[in-house]
């Protein structure tokens, strides 16, 4: 079974993520039963369902970096995705960080993940979808 976390605080970015990811199993051929995609709503959100999928990791997790501001001076997606690389079986997470931040790329390489910026995600679908979907196959 493949499994996606996708988090985000915008609904209308959750949408996205949600329409895109199922259309990218629908066009691997995967079937409904055969695949599981969470969404959150929040880095806080985000964390408790990796802390709840721990037995059976996420195989590709998409995070925004600017959501709630608890985690000061980190970004809410900047410290989602180092906790997540604290799990053994997250280390070599296939982490995509997908944001507006001007900053992304930088933010990305200190943390060892990919990234696209949300506009980039925007004007160009098969990009985003060729970055999810190298890391289902």
């Known amino acids: 079974m493949k499994r996606v976390l996708a988090v985000d605080d915008s609904p209308a970015w959750r949408a996205f993520h949600k329409r895109n990811i199922e259309e990218i199993f ?13 969404i959150a ?4 959100q985000g964390y408790d369902l990796v802390m709840q999928n721990n037995d059976t990791p996420y195989d ?14 980190l970004l809410a997606g900047e ?20 944001s507006g931040m001007y900053n992304i790329k930088h933010i990305a390489q200190n943390n060892n993940v990919d990234y696209i910026p949300k506009r980039v995600a925007v004007a ?6 060729d970055l999810v979907l190298g890391y289902l196959n």
């Open 26 to 38: 629908i066009e691997l051929g995967i079937a409904e039963e055969d695949y599981k995609l969470d």
């Open 41 to 44: 709503e929040s880095a806080r």
């Open 60 to 73: 590709v997790i998409i995070t925004d970096l600017q959501m709630e501001s608890d985690f000061e001076p």
């Open 79 to 98: 410290w989602l995705t180092e906790q997540i690389k604290t799990f053994d079986k997250y280390f070599n997470a296939k982490i995509i960080l997908c």
């Open 124 to 129: 160009d679908i098969n990009e985003y979808k």
